[in-house]
């Protein structure tokens, strides 16, 4: 979905480097989410925010932090990366008073 | 939060039906059921969504039993374009669970020519 996009979409880096993945969207919405997937797997919620000023974590948030810049920016950052972080990662954004959410095209992160 | 249990994988060939089954037995009076699509290395994608009864729309159908324990996806006339993970949700429509919906690994479904 164009209205979601994520930066960058693929990205090979460093065991213990900081990388920083960055989510905007369009929609205007409040709702961002962060989601990581491994091969074969469903989706683990990292962190989640429903608006500017509230960040809650999510099922598995070790390792990562996250920042809401604006409503319509959510990003985030892996502080010290190690390979078992080599997924795929997802933002999504969701409105107020509905569960639908829409997803971004999704950045996949190898950490060698 | 009402977990779902999908099969893990279902085939199909072109030109046919296929029905997804979820179940869904802890599911709360206030929570709607979702379906997702999933193409490999993209995004969910937001598929159908009901309460009861049964939902239609261009894509799919959902069928919701009176005790809604269970849901099904309804896929007509499949094509090789809807080999796909669908994933089933379980939620509060007014987004009080939001953040906390369960994506769980979802039913592939392969449709062979």
């Known amino acids: 979905d164009a209205d979601v996009t994520q930066t960058p979409r693929n990205r090979i880096t460093k065991t213990g480097k900081r990388i920083m993945l960055e989510c905007s969207q369009t929609?205007?919405?409040?709702?961002m989410y962060w989601y990581r997937q491994d091969p074969g797997l469903g989706l683990q919620l990292i962190y989640y925010?429903?608006?500017?000023?509230?960040?809650n974590k999510g099922e598995i948030s070790d390792g990562y932090s996250v920042s809401r810049q604006a409503q319509a920016k959510f990003s985030l950052s892996l502080e010290s990366a190690i390979p078992n972080q080599t997924a795929l990662y997802f933002c999504?954004?969701?409105?107020?008073?509905?569960?639908?959410?829409?997803f971004g095209p999704g950045t996949r992160l190898t950490v060698l | 939060l009402a977990k779902t249990t999908q099969p893990i994988s279902m085939d199909s060939y072109e030109g046919q039906e296929v029905n997804i089954t979820c179940s869904h037995n802890?599911?709360?009076?206030?929570?709607?059921i979702t379906w997702y699509q999933q193409f490999p290395s993209q995004g969910p994608r937001f598929i159908i969504q009901?309460?009861?009864t049964k939902v239609t729309n261009e894509v799919a159908s959902l069928f919701i039993p009176a005790d809604r324990k269970s849901s099904t996806l309804s896929l007509p006339r499949v094509s090789l374009s809807d080999t796909a993970v669908y994933y089933c949700?379980?939620?509060?429509?007014?987004?009080?669970?939001?953040?906390?919906?369960?994506f769980g690994r979802g039913t592939q479904l392969t449709v062979w020519p």
């Open positions: 999504a954004t969701s409105g107020v008073n509905t569960d639908t959410q829409y």
């Open positions: 929609k205007g919405h409040d709702r």
């Open positions: 925010s429903f608006d500017v000023k509230d960040i």
């Open positions: 802890n599911i709360a009076t206030n929570d709607y």
């Open positions: 009901g309460y009861k």
């Open positions: 949700l379980v939620g509060d429509k007014r987004g009080s669970t939001l953040g906390r919906l369960y």
